[in-house]
Every structure is written in structure tokens, then in C-alpha cells.
């Protein structure tokens, strides 16, 4: 029914990239709000598919990439957000991504085994989420990077 009063309002849902594990229970939160797209991780490691990938998408979900930078970041007027479902943000630019009004964020060491990864899966989309204003934490997500962005809403001025 959302879809549909969406369509005849002429509106669309962001579209968001997510490079990593795809667990139903991540897809079924980021649905409510957004159009998912999975690419293999892998893929994304080499920079032109990670471009391609990312045109007019308005955030990323990924647990690694090929790099985060100003030249990649200039291609993509609407990357809203960089979600690194890791606690490692080495290959993201945050200078970069805040400069371009880009929301970086990573994701506690919850451990190695499946179950963190998971854990850690379903805090970057409660980072997406809340970088578009949605959720509990609506334009506060709790893991953002770049602290100068915080409150990028308005909400707090």
C-alpha cells in the first residue's frame, strides 16, 4: 500500500546499495523505507564497478570497499550516506565525505562469528535509516563518523 501511494505521489523511495550479507531481517528493515539493491561485496572492491553500482543511489551499506574518496564522491550528487557494517573505516574518507554532506558511519566490533555479523548488519541499517530521518534515532545515528554533519536535518538549530 506504501508503494503504491508513493507511485501517485510521484515519490520514490531512496535507493541504497548494500554490498555484503544480505540477511532477511536487514532487507525486511531497510524495505519499509528504501529500494534495496544487493551487490556481491567483492564487487565493489573494484573502483569503476563501485562507481557504476552507486549511481543514483543515496546511500551504501558495505562491509568493504574500494575506497571512499572526494574524486568517487564527486560522481555521486545524491550519496547521502556510507554505512560500513564493520568497525573498520579505514577505506572511507570522512574529510571528503563531509565535505560532500555525506554521513559516514561503522558499526561496533560485536566479534567474528555469524551472529555479530548479523548484530552488526542490522545497526548499519538503523544508521541508514536514521541518516534519512527515519526511526527512533530520525537524523541522529548513533555510530556517525563525521560529528561535524551531526544534526545535517536542521533539527537541532
Given at each position: 500500500m506504501?508503494?503504491?501511494?508513493?507511485?501517485?505521489?510521484?515519490?520514490?523511495r531512496h535507493?541504497?546499495?548494500?554490498?555484503?550479507?544480505?540477511?532477511p531481517?536487514?532487507?525486511?528493515?531497510l524495505?519499509r523505507f528504501?529500494?534495496?539493491?544487493?551487490?556481491?561485496?567483492?564487487?565493489?572492491?573494484?573502483r569503476?564497478?563501485?562507481?557504476a553500482?552507486?549511481?543514483?543511489?543515496?546511500?551504501?551499506?558495505?562491509?568493504?570497499?574500494a575506497?571512499i574518496?572526494?574524486?568517487?564522491?564527486?560522481?555521486?550528487?545524491?550519496?547521502?550516506a556510507?554505512?560500513?557494517?564493520?568497525?573498520d573505516?579505514a577505506?572511507?574518507?570522512?574529510?571528503?565525505?563531509?565535505?560532500?554532506?555525506?554521513?559516514?558511519?561503522?558499526?561496533?566490533?560485536?566479534?567474528?562469528?555469524?551472529?555479530?555479523?548479523?548484530?552488526?548488519a542490522?545497526?548499519?541499517?538503523?544508521?541508514?535509516?536514521?541518516?534519512?530521518?527515519?526511526g527512533?534515532?530520525?537524523?541522529?545515528?548513533?555510530d556517525?563518523?563525521?560529528?561535524?554533519?551531526?544534526?545535517?536535518?536542521?533539527?537541532?538549530?
Amino acid at each position: 500500500m506504501t508503494d503504491l501511494r508513493l507511485s501517485l505521489a510521484g515519490l520514490r523511495r531512496h535507493p541504497v546499495l548494500l554490498a555484503g550479507p544480505a540477511y532477511p531481517e536487514v532487507l525486511s528493515r531497510l524495505a519499509r523505507f528504501f529500494e534495496v539493491e544487493v551487490a556481491d561485496d567483492a564487487m565493489v572492491l573494484d573502483r569503476a564497478v563501485l562507481g557504476a553500482r552507486l549511481a543514483g543511489k543515496s546511500a551504501l551499506m558495505a562491509t568493504r570497499t574500494a575506497g571512499i574518496d572526494a574524486a568517487l564522491l564527486q560522481t555521486l550528487p545524491h550519496l547521502k550516506a556510507v554505512c560500513k557494517m564493520t568497525a573498520d573505516h579505514a577505506d572511507v574518507d570522512l574529510a571528503a565525505c563531509s565535505r560532500a554532506n555525506v554521513m559516514a558511519t561503522n558499526t561496533p566490533d560485536l566479534g567474528d562469528g555469524e551472529p555479530a555479523q548479523r548484530q552488526m548488519a542490522l545497526a548499519a541499517a538503523e544508521n541508514v535509516i536514521a541518516v534519512f530521518g527515519f526511526g527512533r534515532a530520525a537524523g541522529h545515528p548513533p555510530d556517525l563518523l563525521n560529528a561535524d554533519l551531526r544534526c545535517a536535518l536542521g533539527c537541532c538549530y
